[in-house]
């Protein structure tokens, strides 16, 4: 059934304080940087066709390439691996053998090419830099560099470190309302404290997600 329509009495008018508070020059601003930024983001997207094409001629799996760029966000990249294999052998979707004693042997057969070192000191490099990354953007102590005094590996979490503090710095500049509204959230938590457990599972959650700077999910209407 359609709704009947509402005169002006019926509604308040439109919140428009933002509007009227904003110059022009700022909303160009706006529409500028967020169209460079999208332009970039399309470039940047077919910067990386381009990149998976021209290893693909070169004779890359780089199908295997973007699963595992999808596997190292995991937490247990190993656990995961094991569970699909396990699967997949269950199902029959990879080669198997049965051993005598009923077991089912994954993969027979299975052996790779390694790494020269070259290239295993590249990704470890790499790797301690995206740590370092990671736990400056949930806030974490420079304690977390366990690399050794003096090597290049604690230079590049270091480095890593340093900016996954900017970004995170950069993120919660943009949102000083919503940290704020949640801060005030987690204040009136402590003084009053949850009775059921799904409160308190609610308020654990709620402090968890302050402490990383993330957005807490709106609750459903």
Same mark, same amino acid.
């Given at each position: 059934?359609?709704?009947?329509?509402?005169t002006n009495g019926d509604a308040e008018a439109p919140n428009t304080e933002k509007a009227s508070t904003a110059k022009p020059e700022d909303a160009a601003e706006c529409f500028l940087e967020a169209r460079e930024i999208k332009s970039s983001m399309a470039r940047m997207s077919q910067k990386l066709s381009a990149l998976y094409g021209r290893y693909e001629n070169l004779g890359v799996d780089t199908l295997s390439i973007k699963e595992c760029l999808?596997?190292?966000?995991?937490?247990?990249?190993?656990?995961?691996?094991?569970r699909i294999? +396990? &699967?997949?052998?269950?199902?029959?979707?990879?080669?198997? $053998?049965?051993? =005598?004693?009923?077991?089912?042997? +994954? &993969?027979?057969?299975?052996?790779?090419?390694?790494?020269? $070192?070259?290239? =295993?000191?590249?990704?470890?490099?790499?790797?301690?830099?995206?740590?370092?990354?990671n736990t400056g953007l949930v806030a974490g102590s420079e304690t977390n560099n366990k690399y050794p005094p003096g090597s290049e590996h604690r230079v590049k979490w270091s480095l890593g470190h340093i900016d996954g503090q900017a970004q995170r710095a950069i993120k919660r500049a943009g949102k000083p309302e919503k940290v704020a509204k949640q801060k005030r959230i987690n204040d009136r938590a402590a003084?009053?404290?949850?009775?059921?457990?799904?409160e308190k599972d609610e308020a654990s959650y709620r402090g968890a997600l302050y402490d990383t700077g993330a957005e807490m999910p709106a609750d459903p209407i």
């Amino acid at each position: 059934m359609a709704r009947p329509k509402r005169t002006n009495g019926d509604a308040e008018a439109p919140n428009t304080e933002k509007a009227s508070t904003a110059k022009p020059e700022d909303a160009a601003e706006c529409f500028l940087e967020a169209r460079e930024i999208k332009s970039s983001m399309a470039r940047m997207s077919q910067k990386l066709s381009a990149l998976y094409g021209r290893y693909e001629n070169l004779g890359v799996d780089t199908l295997s390439i973007k699963e595992c760029l999808k596997l190292e966000k995991d937490k247990n990249p190993p656990a995961r691996l094991k569970r699909i294999m +396990v &699967m997949a052998a269950i199902l029959n979707v990879i080669p198997t $053998e049965t051993e =005598k004693d009923g077991q089912i042997s +994954v &993969m027979p057969g299975l052996s790779v090419t390694g790494l020269n $070192e070259a290239t =295993k000191e590249k990704i470890a490099l790499a790797n301690a830099y995206n740590d370092g990354y990671n736990t400056g953007l949930v806030a974490g102590s420079e304690t977390n560099n366990k690399y050794p005094p003096g090597s290049e590996h604690r230079v590049k979490w270091s480095l890593g470190h340093i900016d996954g503090q900017a970004q995170r710095a950069i993120k919660r500049a943009g949102k000083p309302e919503k940290v704020a509204k949640q801060k005030r959230i987690n204040d009136r938590a402590a003084t009053q404290p949850p009775e059921t457990q799904l409160e308190k599972d609610e308020a654990s959650y709620r402090g968890a997600l302050y402490d990383t700077g993330a957005e807490m999910p709106a609750d459903p209407i």
